[in-house]
């Protein structure tokens, strides 16, 4: 029994040796109340001093973040963006922040997987800029019950899957600035809270329908700036709730009729930079009886049918410089008489 004892005062005195040596080697910093305890680029422990609600870990060159490294904090802001360039994280790693709202990870290399946040149960506001990300598995932020903004732009994401963002409350996601070629049916069909989309910058061609099912609530949708060839009736038919629709900067040289005829609540139409050549009579802009503002601009139009705007009743402002048409008369074409036409 002696021996056994002798044995065991021994290993408990080893790993409390090693344990006081590896938080001799750790550096520690003051930071707007909290005590942060770094070694080299990992990050080990953070601790709060006061009652300071945000945290802002910067220029550490932060390679990780040690699992438990938060303990049991109040803060409700993390900003990690400045001169880290963090790409070592496990779910495990945010454990201790039960009130955090807000969190900052841009400019570092974060690999998304499987859960990563699902400790962050309070959290509305997570910003992934400039990553590196290339794709979004599957339930990487499930767990997250109450986010409503989620930024991912300025990355190389390539492919939006049905699966890609699961069922949450978002009501804006930012996923413009990336190399996005494709977006399956149903890929954000669990967003059904969404009001601003951001896919502007991208390298979209074709959508397909459904791509934009269940988004009754959207108000905003950015597609400018893609190489979109057309837009149907079929893939907008869900956007109920449009307001704004951008499609400035792409390929499209033809509208059928038909193709606004379900946004009904749209007040603004961006179809600047495109090919459009000839602007049909034939319900082009049918259904659009509360739109105050559209760009045609910078297209090849040469031909405006008599009667083509007459659905537009409600028109202010109409932006038709930069075309192959010199003059618009508002009695034959179809406009309301105090429409500002930029020519």
């Not at 950015?222 to 038919?237: A, P, W």
Request: glycine letters at 6%; a negative charge; one cysteine or more.
């Amino acid at each position: 029994m002696s021996r056994f004892l002798l044995f065991f005062s021994q290993v408990v005195l080893l790993f409390w040796t090693r344990v006081s040596s590896e938080e001799n080697e750790l550096t520690c910093r003051n930071i707007n109340e909290y005590n942060v305890c770094h070694d080299k680029e990992v990050l080990i422990k953070v601790t709060q001093r006061g009652s300071e609600n945000k945290l802002e870990i910067g220029n550490l060159a932060l390679q990780e973040i040690r699992e438990d490294a938060f303990k049991n904090l109040s803060a409700t802001q993390l900003d990690l963006t400045n001169g880290n360039q963090i790409s070592v994280l496990k779910r495990e790693s945010f454990r201790g922040l039960p009130n955090l709202k807000f969190l900052d990870l841009d400019n570092n290399m974060v690999p998304l997987s499987e859960y990563l946040f699902a400790e962050l149960l309070s959290l509305q506001s997570l910003s992934l800029g400039s990553n590196k990300i290339e794709s979004i598995p599957e339930n990487s932020f499930a767990g997250l019950l109450n986010l409503t903004l989620l930024f991912l732009a300025y990355n190389s994401i390539t492919a939006i899957e049905a699966e890609s963002f699961g069922h949450s409350k978002l009501v804006v996601l930012w996923l413009n600035k990336n190399k996005i070629s494709c977006v399956a049916p149903d890929s954000f069909a669990g967003l059904p809270e969404l009001e601003i989309l951001h896919l502007d910058y991208n390298q979209l061609k074709d959508l397909p329908n459904g791509a934009f099912r269940g988004l009754t609530r959207l108000k905003t949708l950015f597609l400018n700036n893609n190489q979109i060839t057309s837009v149907s009736r079929m893939l907008l038919r869900d956007l109920v709730g449009l307001e704004r629709l951008y499609l400035g900067q792409n390929e499209i040289s033809t509208l059928e009729p038909g193709t606004f005829q379900e946004l009904s609540q749209l007040q603004e139409l961006d179809l600047n930079e495109n090919k459009l050549s000839h602007i049909v009579v034939a319900g082009t802009f049918v259904g659009l009886s509360n739109l105050k503002r559209i760009g045609l601009s910078d297209n090849e139009i040469h031909t405006v049918d008599d009667d083509a705007f007459s659905d537009l009743v409600k028109l202010e402002y109409l932006y038709f410089y930069g075309n192959n048409f010199t003059e618009i008369d508002k009695e034959i074409n179809g406009l309301p008489f105090n429409v500002t036409i930029v020519i």
